[in-house]
């Protein structure tokens, strides 16, 4: 779960900006809601009406649609190793949709069960926090992404009151079931669909899957995968026993496997991975509703999650990502990424106890910052390790897994188009001293738009290049360069 002020103060000014802006248009929606009527006033949010989703594609200011994805790669030494390119799908229809179902995000201390009403919740630390989390998923289509009265703290905390839990629960559920009914109905079209969630948004995503996909062949067929991170559960695995969380659906055991669930959480190496008494699946009043499969044994029952991708032994972790809100990298990009500064393994050490464990691992002199140095910090990290960074941690291995589910599965898509680090782009020569021909493939590159980055990441000069390619380097001092265009980048030495 998360609260807010967990995220960098410079992403959410970012966003409050654009949040301020919208505001500002109050005549536009003034004239929106004549001609619509307004929202009605009831218990359960009506999401017909686009302020009750965080993200849609028609939303009329859709700041999601509009965020760069590029990740730019730091090395050791905080240069540009390279940009990752990103399209952003978040209004297009691809044939393959995304609906998030986000974590918890309070703007008070909560000590009883309950609900929280929409209007008493952070607008833009929910809307960053879908952006930090999982706004790359918006390459593979339409992002949706509901508002939904949130369940407390307490209601997943210590051991809650199983009745007090139950109806929590249900609202909190009611309201993301009622979202993705309507997104069916209304909004699907026969598309595809990947689900993902993180911490609350998992355990009201697992719900779903048992009390909507997991009985119905067509719906499960459609799900590309879905992601209820944060958490962990029990699968329909061989010697694990009957019975599971899902009735019907398994744990991604292949990395191209369709029509499956991937979960982790993740912690600090050397911490104890355990499962929390306040997890639903230990209520029998969840299993009476219908919410799990059955009642699950803490002291029997394994729990899993995806060990596809690391495994057992130590490696470097694949691009930590994080946002780069307020463009504070200066590199034009909406995420910034650094390569090997961790270690990460999957460990299992009991029934409940198993996850990702990682090490800071840099050398010494490495200038890249430790990102969950601060995590140890929380009041919950004895708990729940490196919980709000799950998807920090793991959100490239899951897009490559992604990638390779939409290709082996055949969907009729565009959103299966991979990442490129775009470095097929050439210059010549190279070095180069007061200039150097831009050439894609056997072809120069003309009057295309150039931005110029410094080995520090900032942006240094602006250009285009002239009928044959040419980009001007006069007055750029000596050192190495990255020239971007929209059909790559390049490293470029200035002697």
């Known amino acids: 779960m998360h609260r807010a002020g967990i995220l960098p103060d410079y992403v959410k000014k970012s966003f409050s900006r654009i949040f301020e802006f919208s505001r500002g248009l109050c005549c536009v929606f003034l004239v929106l809601t004549a001609i619509s009527g307004p929202a ?44 990752i390119e990103f399209a952003n799908r ?197 299993a009476d509703s219908g919410w799990v ?22 490696v470097p972790l694949r691009h930590y990502i994080a946002p780069n809100g307020g463009d504070s990298y200066g590199t034009g990009t909406g995420f910034v990424a650094f390569d090997g500064l961790y270690s990460i393994r999957y460990q299992r050490n009991g029934p409940q106890e198993v996850g990702f464990f990682l090490t800071h691992t840099s050398a010494p002199g490495d200038q890249r910052p430790d990102d969950l140095a601060s995590e140890a910090e929380h009041p919950l990290y004895t708990f729940w390790g490196y919980h709000r960074k799950d998807y920090h941690i793991y959100l490239w291995a899951l897009i490559e897994q992604l990638n390779a589910k939409l290709e082996n599965c055949g969907v009729l898509s565009t959103a299966a188009q991979p990442e490129t680090s775009r470095e097929e782009l050439r210059a010549v020569p190279n070095p180069a001293s007061k200039s150097t021909e831009l050439r894609h493939g056997d072809r120069s590159l003309p009057l295309a738009a150039i931005r110029i980055y410094g080995s520090d990441g900032r942006l240094k000069k602006r250009s285009r290049t002239s009928q044959n390619g040419k980009v001007d380097l006069e007055g750029l001092p000596a050192g190495l360069y990255l020239l971007k265009s929209e059909k790559g980048t390049v490293k470029v030495v200035v002697e």
């Open 40 to 83: 009605p006033l009831q218990s359960q949010p009506d999401y017909n009406f686009l302020t009750n989703w965080a993200a849609h594609p028609d939303k009329l200011i859709n700041p999601l649609a509009e965020y760069n994805l590029d990740v730019a790669v730091f090395d050791a030494e905080m240069q540009i190793d390279s940009i």
């Open 90 to 286: 978040a209004a297009e229809n691809t044939g393959t949709d995304v609906f998030f179902v986000h974590p918890t995000y309070l703007s008070e201390t909560y000590t009883a069960p309950g609900n929280v009403p929409l209007n008493a919740q952070p607008a833009v630390d929910i809307f960053t926090g879908i952006i930090a989390q999982a706004g790359l998923l918006a390459k593979y289509g339409r992002f949706y992404a509901p508002r939904y009265r949130q369940a407390t703290p307490p209601v997943f905390l210590g051991t809650p009151e199983p009745v007090a839990q139950a109806a929590a629960l249900s609202t909190a559920y009611g309201d993301v079931r009622a979202a993705f009914l309507h997104y069916l109905a209304q909004e699907n079209g026969g598309n595809d669909f990947i689900l993902a969630a993180h911490s609350q948004g998992s355990y009201l995503l697992s719900m779903l899957l048992q009390d909507v996909i997991a009985g119905d062949a067509v719906l499960k067929s459609r799900m590309v995968a879905a992601v209820p991170a944060g958490m962990v559960s029990v699968y329909d695995l061989p010697g694990t026993g009957p019975g599971a969380w899902w009735d019907g659906l398994e744990l991604c055991t292949d990395l191209a496997q369709c029509h499956c669930i991937m979960t982790w959480r993740s912690y600090s190496e050397g911490q104890t991975a355990g499962m929390n008494a306040g997890h639903p699946a230990f209520s029998p009043l969840a």
């Open 293 to 314: 499969d059955r009642v699950i044994d803490p002291e029997e029952d394994w729990f899993f999650q995806d060990s596809l991708y690391y495994g057992t032994d130590a």
